[in-house]
């Protein structure tokens, strides 16, 4: 039987299970309530690379063909985020959560049942 997409996708859920969008949301919460702590905002960029990088090496894995793309607005995120310092105002708090709802509804969306389960 040939391996399809989502045949890779099942076979990989393991990795994504380790830091499925909860983890995200949840990273998210835990600066709102900490605005001033570095290491709460440290784990929320370390989470979020690590999410997207197993996203992409799926991606990858499964040859898709707007994996440059997709990669690429993961990495504008990231530099987003690695260009603020805590405090963290509650408005990039806001910004974060809403580009993280954004992305799954509009982008990862393609992948429903794929990457998120
Ligand atoms: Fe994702
Ligand atoms: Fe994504």
Redesign the pocket.
Known sequence: MPRTALSIFKSCSEKVTLFPTQRLFKAIADVEQHPSQAVAYAHLKSVMGK??RF??DMMKEAQFADLAT?KG??EDFEATLRASQVPISSEKVTGAKQWLVD??KL??FKYKGK?HG
């Open positions: 999410h997207f996203e992409e997709h607005i993961h992305h799954i982008v990862d990457l």
